[in-house]
């Protein structure tokens, strides 16, 4: 048997005995379940391989991501969340987060003639969640819009998979190949090319940010590539930085354009995106 599970893992129903549960996202190498039980709500997510197809070389690594994710959110003092393995791969679950997403929240100010302006409060959101990971010395590796859950509460940045700054067990872990090719800063995307890896950093995730907060905030990507290049030619273009001319408006846009800044070192801190915003 092969593919992704058509249910959720034994150990997962034993720890949580699910009152009801909801299919969120199935697609290679990765399911995620939105689950209900007594002891709340969670995200439930199983990874399993990618077997090899002509249009795509196999990729093992997908089985150990939510395994892995469960060793960050370990390592970095997380509560309430559990993971383990299951026949073809790895599972985890965490609390479920409630909320849009920021590219969901910022539908309004992408359509035409819009006269709705991105909240700064929310880009603080989202730069306040970024922040804290940065503050334990860790680099999260694949910020993008719909990693920043928007909640009532509090913003959260999802998805820990990639993230590096500790020890995580050399079973569950795998090399960084790279992000969505939007989000990747240049000296990625150039890595990834020369060599097929790369190395997470704080800078990196600093441009993802700026671009999360552009492509949201007006729907257009920082980096000039048709909508339907080939990864190698999207990754040349963001290697050689050819940006698009589109801004946000305002000291918002400011902010973005220094942290798309093509030379890592030029890039603000975090704390410095937040004291800008606050
Ligand atoms: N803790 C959570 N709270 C709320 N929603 C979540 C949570 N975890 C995951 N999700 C939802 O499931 C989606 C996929 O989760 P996640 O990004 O962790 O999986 P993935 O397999 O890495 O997906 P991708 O390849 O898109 O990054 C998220 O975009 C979000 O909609
Ligand atoms: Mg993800």
Known sequence: ?????????????????????????????????????????????VGCPIEATAAWPAQPWTALAP????????RLGFDDFAYGEWERGTWNFQPWHEGP???????????????????TSVALGCVE??????????????????????GPERTHLID??????????ESYD?????????YEAPEIARSVLATGEAEPTQEADIYALGVS??????????????DDAPRPVQREAVANGRRRPVRVPGELGD??????????????TIREVREALS
């Open 101 to 119: 997403d920021l590219y969901g929240l910022w539908k309004p100010c992408r359509e035409p003639g819009s006269s709705s302006a991105p909240h």
């Open 67 to 74: 395994g892995r994710e469960g060793a960050v959110l370990d």
């Open 213 to 226: 907060l552009l492509i949201s905030a007006t729907g257009w990507r920082a980096v000039e590539y048709p």
């Open 1 to 45: 048997m092969s593919g992704p599970p058509s249910e959720l893992p034994i150990a997962v129903l034993d720890a949580l005995v699910p009152r009801a549960h909801r299919l969120v996202v199935n697609r290679r190498g990765s399911t995620v379940w939105e689950v209900e039980s007594h002891r709340g709500r969670y995200a439930v997510k």
């Open 174 to 182: 795998f090399p960084f190949r790279g992000c969505l090719v939007h």
């Open 255 to 268: 902010l973005i354009e220094a942290m798309l800044s093509r030379a890592p070192e030029d890039r603000p």
């Open 129 to 150: 969640a970024l922040a804290e990971l940065h503050a334990k010395g860790w680099a999260h590796g694949d910020v993008q819009p719909a990693h920043f859950i928007v």
């Open 160 to 169: 820990l998979a990639l993230a590096r700054g500790g020890l995580v067990p």
